[in-house]
């Protein structure tokens, strides 16, 4: 486990509208009512976790990265900024150098290999991290900054703060953002345990087979949640069953229910569908903290 005592389940899918944020949001409340969780809303480019919640104490931290500021009257302009980034975020412009901060990562590179010390690293806000209260649930959400590209530094920088709560919940919900790259990557990083969330059709089968591979390539221990069931095929299930992937619960097509998602309600108290398959994953989790502990 990243940290003792602390199972920390990420919910992911390969796709957008599968259903990630029903789940994470549904599942925590429900946890929530026998013992303390906390939700963190990752997909930092579009949350939308706090939309179902009426949380109070909301306590919001700016987020910063470190950005290299060229101090042109150290500069020699002897170009090993430029060789040393990888990323083409620095750049020598006959006696001028430009710092691209929206291709920075804050690799320190720059900075630390010049020998005239004229890249010091500076702060630049990214977005912010919203901290909210509710009974037992902890509810963390960041969002960026409009106008900002990278959504990696601020998911690491959410982790950070999880991570520094003084409070941890032993039970941690991260609801990732959608797809295979690189802010699915972070969003995982810290996690335990991994749902993937597809729907039974032939998109959501071709993206669960992406997610699929990812989870493998970074050697990440995964199930599946098959939400929308009855509304295609048989595929997803029969291409779980041939791969030997462990499908762990199963949410049925239910207009009603996404009604009630759509107008951000907490649906598991009333839909007795989604509330069996929240059962059956709390099961799940209870059997995951013991094996990670």
């Known amino acids: 486990?990243?940290?003792?005592?602390?199972?920390?389940?990420a919910i992911a899918s390969g796709k957008g509208g599968t259903g990630k944020t029903l789940l994470s949001t549904n599942l925590a409340d429900y946890l929530a009512q026998k013992q303390a969780v906390l939700l963190a809303d990752m997909d930092v480019e579009e949350p939308n976790d706090a939309l179902f919640f009426d949380a109070e104490n909301k306590v919001i931290t700016p987020q910063y990265k470190m950005?290299?500021?060229?101090?042109s009257d150290r500069c020699t302009l002897c170009g090993d900024c430029t060789r040393h980034c990888k990323f083409h975020a620095v750049i020598r412009l006959?006696?001028?150098?430009?710092?691209?901060?929206?291709l920075c990562h804050s690799c320190y590179a720059c900075s630390d290999l010049c020998p005239e010390?004229?890249?010091?690293?500076?702060p630049y806000r990214m977005g912010e991290t919203s901290h909210q209260l509710l009974?037992?649930?902890?509810?963390?959400?960041?969002?960026?900054?409009?106008?900002?590209?990278?959504?990696?530094?601020?998911?690491?920088?959410?982790q950070k703060y999880i991570r520094e709560l003084e409070n941890k919940p032993a039970i941690q919900i991260l609801d990732c953002p959608p797809g295979t790259s690189c802010p699915v990557v972070a969003a995982v990083d810290e996690a335990d345990f991994v749902l993937l969330v597809t729907e039974p059709t032939p998109f959501g089968l071709n993206d669960l087979k992406l997610a699929v591979d990812t989870m493998r390539q970074i050697d990440k221990a995964f199930a599946v949640v098959i939400n929308r069931?009855?509304?295609?095929d048989d595929a997803v299930e029969n291409w779980c069953e041939n791969e030997g992937v462990k499908i762990a619960a199963r949410i049925p097509y239910d207009r009603q229910l996404?009604?009630?998602?759509?107008a951000a309600k907490l649906a598991w108290r009333k839909n007795t569908a989604l509330r069996k398959a929240l059962e059956e994953l709390a099961v799940l989790i209870q059997q995951k903290q013991v094996q990670y502990a």
Do not use: C, H
């Not at 006959?94 to 929206?102: A, H, L, R, S």
């Not at 010390?117 to 500076?122: E, I």
């Not at 009974?135 to 959410?158: C, M």
């Not at 996404?258 to 759509?262: G, I, R």
């Open 135 to 158: 009974n037992q649930l902890q509810l963390v959400e960041s969002r960026l900054d409009v106008g900002q590209e990278q959504a990696v530094p601020l998911i690491y920088a959410t």
């Open 94 to 102: 006959g006696d001028f150098v430009m710092v691209f901060n929206e």
């Open 229 to 232: 069931q009855g509304m295609g």
């Open 117 to 122: 010390q004229a890249l010091p690293m500076k």
């Open 1 to 9: 486990m990243t940290n003792t005592g602390i199972f920390k389940l």
């Open 258 to 262: 996404a009604e009630q998602y759509a």
């Open 67 to 71: 950005i290299p500021d060229w101090q």
